[in-house]
């Protein structure tokens, strides 16, 4: 797990999900060799996923199939599958997936030229898997219901009974799941028990992290707990916002910072090209498809 890496000063990351922008490739990708084509396991929205597949078929001649489905669903599918799996590159929505891929021998060794253009917080201490995204838990607010100055010093404060109705969060949500697991590697299982708990008493579920934000646009609820780059979608979507982001500080776990990943299965059939791919994401061009998908999905479909 990344916890070391992902409790970063959140000053440096604010603004919209932070794609690693600037990085390029070592070496020019080579064109396509004829009827070679690649399977793409997306655990992350499906319009970054296809726009990605897209992007580098048109750049390489490669095509990329792309099948959707949640960030554990497809590793636990490549873990059932083993060297029989179609798939040559695994793209999640979070690292604890790979990071079991990984521990089991699944995943093959990134290319040294794709590893050296990203910051070493981001990429597999064993160099399995890349991070191709970054995005910070935040706490968005609605300042017609609640000050800034009133919120909590640490999320692990939103399990008090004062916060009855006052918070919303996503359950689902892969990175409100990797949170509950920092708290516990942080502070441990009895401080994440009773987070979960209080949450669950006290809070308000929402089925994914834009239905919760635009809960707190409209007044529904006071604060919600969310990944930032939610509320800039919005933003782009709606022009002015009547809520607001906070950031946690301090190394607090609210303002965990996660990445989504991906990897290169042991098992590809097409190895090379698949280093392409995995390169293509880690590349300037790349990571400007994947801000692009993922602005194509403020209509509520982002979830």
Same mark, same amino acid.
């Given at each position: 797990?990344?916890?070391?890496?992902?409790?970063?000063?959140?000053?440096?990351?604010?603004?919209?999900?932070?794609?690693?922008?600037?990085?390029?490739?070592?070496?020019?990708?080579?064109?396509?060799?004829?009827?070679?084509?690649?399977?793409?396991?997306?655990?992350?929205?499906?319009?970054?996923?296809?726009?990605?597949?897209?992007?580098?078929?048109?750049?390489?001649?490669?095509?990329?199939?792309?099948?959707?489905?949640?960030?554990?669903?497809?590793?636990?599918?490549?873990?059932?599958?083993?060297?029989?799996?179609?798939?040559?590159?695994?793209?999640?929505?979070?690292?604890?997936?790979?990071?079991?891929?990984?521990?089991?021998?699944?995943?093959?060794?990134?290319?040294?030229?794709?590893?050296?253009?990203?910051?070493?917080?981001? /990429?597999?201490?064993?160099?399995?898997?890349?991070?191709?995204?970054?995005?910070?838990?935040?706490?968005?607010?609605?300042?017609?219901?609640?000050?800034?100055?009133?919120?909590?010093?640490?999320?692990?404060?939103?399990?008090?009974?004062?916060?009855?109705?006052?918070?919303?969060?996503?359950?689902?949500?892969?990175?409100?799941?990797?949170?509950?697991?920092?708290?516990?590697?942080?502070?441990?299982?009895?401080?994440?028990?009773?987070?979960?708990?209080?949450?669950?008493?006290?809070?308000?579920?929402?089925?994914?992290?834009?239905?919760?934000?635009?809960?707190?646009?409209?007044?529904?609820?006071?604060? /919600?707990?969310?990944?930032?780059?939610?509320?800039?979608?919005?933003?782009?979507?709606?022009?002015?916002?009547?809520?607001?982001?906070?950031?946690?500080?301090?190394?607090?776990?609210?303002?965990?910072?996660?990445?989504?990943?991906?990897?290169?299965?042991?098992?590809?059939?097409?190895?090379?090209?698949?280093?392409?791919?995995?390169?293509?994401?880690?590349?300037?061009?790349?990571?400007?498809?994947?801000?692009?998908?993922?602005?194509?999905? /403020?209509?509520?479909?982002?979830?």
């Amino acid at each position: 797990m990344m916890f070391r890496n992902t409790l970063l000063s959140t000053s440096l990351l604010r603004g919209l999900t932070i794609t690693l922008l600037g990085l390029t490739l070592a070496s020019p990708l080579t064109q396509a060799a004829d009827k070679i084509s690649l399977t793409l396991y997306n655990g992350q929205h499906k319009e970054v996923g296809d726009a990605v597949a897209k992007a580098f078929e048109a750049k390489t001649g490669i095509h990329v199939n792309v099948r959707k489905g949640s960030s554990n669903q497809l590793a636990s599918q490549v873990v059932e599958e083993g060297e029989r799996s179609p798939a040559d590159v695994i793209y999640t929505e979070e690292s604890p997936p790979l990071n079991k891929l990984g521990e089991q021998g699944l995943l093959a060794q990134t290319d040294a030229a794709t590893l050296a253009v990203l910051p070493r917080e981001y /990429v597999a201490g064993n160099g399995t898997w890349i991070g191709v995204t970054a995005r910070v838990r935040v706490v968005a607010f609605n300042p017609k219901l609640i000050d800034e100055k009133d919120l909590p010093k640490s999320v692990l404060e939103f399990s008090q009974p004062q916060w009855q109705g006052k918070v919303g969060f996503v359950p689902t949500s892969g990175a409100f799941q990797e949170q509950a697991v920092a708290i516990i590697k942080l502070h441990g299982m009895d401080a994440a028990e009773e987070w979960l708990t209080g949450l669950r008493a006290f809070g308000k579920v929402y089925s994914n992290n834009m239905v919760a934000l635009k809960a707190v646009e409209n007044g529904e609820v006071a604060t /919600v707990l969310v990944n930032n780059y939610y509320w800039f979608a919005l933003q782009r979507e709606k022009g002015q916002l009547d809520s607001k982001l906070h950031y946690f500080t301090d190394g607090d776990v609210g303002g965990l910072i996660t990445v989504s990943s991906a990897a290169v299965l042991k098992s590809s059939k097409h190895p090379k090209e698949a280093q392409q791919l995995l390169a293509y994401m880690a590349s300037e061009e790349g990571q400007r498809v994947i801000t692009c998908g993922f602005r194509s999905t /403020v209509t509520g479909r982002f979830g």
